[in-house]
């Protein structure tokens, strides 16, 4: 079982708020993703990490910003939140197995469900 | 185009029976293909990576054609608890994934 959370897992909130969405792993993987999800439709890739201090936006555009100050810790903020942005976030992250051949595997959060009014 | 397409759901089977999933992907450079499955409303987990050689794991079979760019999942004897969304995954160079927008199975008594 992957060792990764997200807070929190479900977050109602009004229009025009800030928010922050935390995931954090405890397996010391380099990477971290940002993925958006919504309701029966595929995953995008919105931010992606390779490691501390590195931050690069994903496929999909997205007004959110990430940070990554901690090898551990990959926080997503909304400045501004607007209804449009009502979507599951899930945060996965991964590391590169012990052998050459192997490639890597995600392991995801439980995500968190955001409802903007 | 999508960069990974896959069969549009939902499949209805009766439990035992033998179900296939396809996957095609167009990016001639993925370097490594996984299964994923997906709960209602979970998040996504690993089912099994797919080599060229092909691979089985139990009641699972997965298969790829990189010629083709296709892709493939077997499942037997289905099960009640096989019910989910199943994801087909690609990455490309750096690790990136490219997630197919899934087929969803139930499978019914």
């Known amino acids: 079982e992957a060792d990764i959370y997200q807070t929190p897992r479900y977050l109602v909130i009004g229009t025009g708020k800030k928010i922050t969405l935390e995931c954090s792993q405890t397996?010391?993987?380099?990477?971290m993703y940002w993925y958006q999800q919504d309701p029966g439709m595929e995953l995008h890739l919105i931010h992606y990490s390779y490691g501390v201090n590195s931050t690069e936006k994903g496929d999909l555009s997205s007004e959110s910003t990430v940070s990554r100050i901690r090898t551990e810790h990959f926080p997503l903020t909304l400045e501004s939140a607007r209804p449009s942005h009502t979507s599951q976030y899930l945060c996965?992250?991964?590391?590169?197995?012990?052998?050459?051949?192997?490639?890597?595997?995600?392991?995801f959060g439980p995500g968190t469900r955001l409802t903007v009014l | 185009r999508k960069e990974v397409e896959q069969d549009p759901g939902p499949f209805n089977v009766p439990e035992g029976a033998t179900v296939a999933f396809n996957c095609t992907y167009s990016?001639?450079?993925?370097?490594?293909f996984f299964w994923y499955r997906q709960d209602c409303r979970k998040e996504p987990k690993l089912l099994m990576s797919?080599?060229?050689s092909g691979n089985e794991d139990g009641r699972f079979t997965a298969q790829l054609n990189r010629a083709s760019q296709y892709i493939s999942l077997l499942i037997r004897d289905s099960k009640l608890s096989d019910s989910a969304t199943y994801l087909c995954v690609v990455t490309l160079n750096g690790g990136k994934l490219i997630f197919g927008q899934g087929t969803e199975l139930s499978v019914k008594p």
């Open positions: 797919v080599y060229s």
């Open positions: 397996m010391g993987h380099d990477k």
């Open positions: 990016n001639s450079a993925s370097q490594s």
């Open positions: 996965a992250s991964s590391d590169r197995g012990q052998f050459l051949t192997s490639t890597d595997t995600q392991y």
